[in-house]
């Protein structure tokens, strides 16, 4: 079956610490994303990555870092520098830039 | 930048009526306009694809229309079921860039 796998489902963070939130697909492509959706506003782009060990900021990068080693996975952190990270976070991929595909999300919450 | 717009927020129809959802965009060079659909702490799911160059998209009872020159898009769901009921995103790609530009969405409610 295709598709796109993120886990976990749901993350809790302390004070400080550094999280990873797992994102692979298997649908061979190219492209993979990664937004933050937080209540009532449109999902926003925090990286993206076009091929294999190359990736781009998009709108809201600071506090968050990510590789790209494998075609198929797209980790993403977020780290102690982020200062409101309690959001649900989607990763999606495309083919070429096209239509894009979403995972189930993961939800993040800072305790 | 690409701003989208999408009202009203939330939208309550009895069961068998017919839905009108609006989005708006301010940059008229756009790739394609896609549109999602999101149930309740899930991902989001594809429903239809409009390339630039095409003015409709059909899928089923989903109908998706493209003005590119008011900066509009329709999504029209025919004889609504409470099954439907979800928010439904639009997000637009413009042709200078790779990433795609959400609306905040329009929450609907299919009454039985």
């Known amino acids: 079956d295709g598709g796109i796998t993120q886990s976990p489902k749901y993350l809790f963070r302390k004070e400080g610490q550094n999280v990873t939130l797992s994102c692979e697909q298997n649908l061979n492509h190219d492209a993979m994303y990664w937004y933050r959706q937080d209540p009532g506003q449109g999902l926003r782009l925090i990286y993206y990555?076009?091929?294999?060990?190359?990736?781009q900021k998009g709108d809201i990068a600071e506090g968050y870092s990510v590789s790209r080693e494998k075609k198929e996975s797209f980790p993403l952190t977020v780290t102690s520098a982020q200062k409101n990270p309690t959001a649900f976070y989607l990763c999606?991929?495309?083919?070429?830039?096209?239509?894009?595909?979403f995972g189930p999300g993961t939800r993040l919450t800072v305790l | 930048k690409q701003e989208v717009t999408q009202i009203p927020a939330a939208l309550s129809v009895p069961e068998g009526e017919n839905l009108v959802l609006n989005c708006s965009f301010t940059?008229?060079?756009?790739?394609?306009l896609q549109w999602f659909r999101q149930d309740p702490g899930k991902g989001l799911t594809s429903l239809l694809l409009?390339?630039?160059?095409?003015r409709e998209q059909t899928s089923g009872r989903l109908n998706a229309s493209l003005d590119k020159s008011s900066g509009r898009s329709t999504l029209y769901i025919a004889a609504s079921q409470p099954g439907d009921s979800a928010t439904y995103l639009c997000a637009v790609r413009v042709v200078s860039d790779y990433k795609l530009s959400f609306g905040a969405g329009t929450t609907v409610t299919v009454r039985a």
């Open positions: 990555s076009q091929i294999v060990n190359d990736f």
């Open positions: 940059d008229s060079a756009i790739y394609n």
């Open positions: 409009i390339q630039s160059s095409q």
């Open positions: 999606a991929s495309s083919i070429d830039n096209y239509e894009q595909f």
